[in-house]
């Protein structure tokens, strides 16, 4: 069984890509230029760096700015392995409520699943209390987080009752099943981006000096494969949310029982 969800979340994944190509390379041309400005933004070459945490906001600054940039790819990818059809052009209308409320999601479902590490990183947490309190947290938000993650496919595909209560009625006792999907197809979801990530890294920090031009040339490459990592992720993490949400959609009607016709 698990290895059918490897096989779905790899085919929906390459399906995905082949069908968007337009909307793929979209987002990854619009997500590399941000990234790219973002760290020209928080460089040496510009007073903002004089302060010594400014760097620490350029990392969540590009995440956020990167959400909104994916969005579009994003929904579409659930419209197409949910629905087997999606627009193919790229369109980021801020007055939409369905985009608003899905980048909404998106940011909610990441601060719970990212709260329970970084409270590790806190001061005052070596004591076995605190440090057991943490740890229920983090479990808590990360099951949390995995339970409303089909949420992210019935606000994209606009699926009636696509709120908080439906959802977290509608995956009640399934959280075994969604976090070993979730882990089945985290070779796509997670390795793949990871892999682009670290090379994107390793390209950066070998580079030669600043200023010249083989280091101008292997930071546009590190922020190219920094955005590939991302796109991916935009593309792998929407198609398993949807079969989730298509499972748990196909179960909730297998649990109707019909009524009895009248004679």
């Known amino acids: 069984m698990l290895e059918n ?3 779905m ?8 890509l082949r069908t968007l190509p337009v909307l793929t390379l979209t987002a990854l041309v619009l997500c590399s230029a941000c990234r790219v400005a973002i760290d020209f933004l928080f460089s040496s070459a510009l007073p903002i760096a004089i302060h ?6 350029a990392e969540p600054l590009y995440a956020a700015v990167w959400l909104l940039l994916a969005m579009p790819l994003s929904i579409q990818v659930h419209r197409l392995v949910a629905e087997g059809a999606a627009s193919r052009h790229y369109a980021l209308d801020f007055g939409s409520p369905r985009l608003m ?6 940011i909610v479902l990441l601060a719970l699943a990212m709260s ?3 409270a590790w990183c806190m001061p005052g947490t070596t004591s076995l209390p605190v440090q ?7 479990a808590a938000s990360i099951v949390t987080a995995l339970r409303m993650s089909a949420l992210l496919a019935a606000i994209a595909i606009e699926a009636p009752q696509a709120t908080w209560g439906a959802t977290a009625f509608a995956t009640r006792g399934r959280i075994a099943g969604i976090a070993a999907a979730f882990a089945a197809a985290s070779p796509v979801w997670l390795a793949g981006p990871a892999l682009l990530w670290l090379a994107g890294h390793l390209i950066g920090t070998a580079s030669a000096a600043p200023g010249t031009a083989v280091a101008a040339g292997a930071s546009a490459a590190a922020s190219v494969l920094y955005s590939s990592a991302l ?12 079969r989730i949400w298509l499972a748990l959609h196909h179960a909730a009607s297998q649990d109707v029982v019909p009524r ?3 004679v």
């Open 5 to 7: 969800w490897l096989a």
């Open 9 to 16: 979340a790899v085919a929906d994944t390459a399906m995905a």
């Open 52 to 57: 010594a945490d400014a760097r620490f906001w």
């Open 101 to 106: 409320s899905y980048f909404g999601t998106w």
């Open 116 to 118: 329970g590490p970084l």
């Open 132 to 138: 057991a309190l943490i740890a229920l947290w983090s």
């Open 231 to 242: 796109v991916l992720a935009a593309v792998a993490i929407p198609a398993v949310s949807s």
């Open 260 to 262: 009895p016709a009248r």
